[in-house]
């Protein structure tokens, strides 16, 4: 079973994303192993942040990651983080103008948003940690940057994220 820890009680209406994200990564695992890749379940370091959320506060050593937003029912964004790119993965999509493609950014472009119970353009970030769910997926650097882009493109294909081209 994939090891996972969940940052706090997830209502039953949250269960679905979790389920879902639990499903894609079982698969995942048998992706991988087509594509040559050595790895089992005990290989992925799983986080459920349920809203709200605190973004972690920084990419453990040695860890690369995949990290996903789901809100107002949907999955928003799927990125990744190699191993020194704690930005990435701390902070960058909480801050609109902090570097290009965050999910902050990605909200305050999307018109719907406007009607979106509790979204601010002042503060989209305020949003993401009191609305949206976070999935984070830690893999050993050593698997290489070429399996986080193949554990990506599986769950945008999977996934659809509203946020990824």
């Known amino acids: 079973m994939i090891s996972s820890s969940v940052q706090q009680p997830l209502s039953s209406s949250a269960s679905n994303w979790k389920a879902e994200a639990e499903a894609a990564l079982a698969d ?24 709200p959320h605190r973004p972690p506060a920084r990419l453990p050593s040695g860890k690369m990651a995949l990290y996903a937003f789901f809100g107002n029912g949907r999955w928003l964004k799927v990125g990744i983080a190699g191993h020194k790119s704690q930005a990435r993965y701390t902070s960058q999509h909480y801050n609109p103008g902090s570097a290009p493609s965050t999910l902050a950014a990605s909200l305050m472009n999307d018109a719907e948003m406007a009607c979106c119970d509790g979204f601010s353009m002042d503060s ?37 994220p509203r946020y990824e081209r």
């Open 28 to 51: 995942f695992i048998q992706v991988a192993q087509l594509a040559g890749y050595s790895l089992s379940s005990a290989d992925l370091v799983v986080e459920f942040l349920g809203s």
């Open 124 to 160: 989209p970030g305020a949003w993401i940690q009191s609305s949206c769910h976070r999935l984070n997926v830690l893999i050993d650097a050593e698997h290489g940057r070429p399996l986080l882009a193949l554990l990506e493109a599986f769950l945008h294909a999977r996934l659809k």
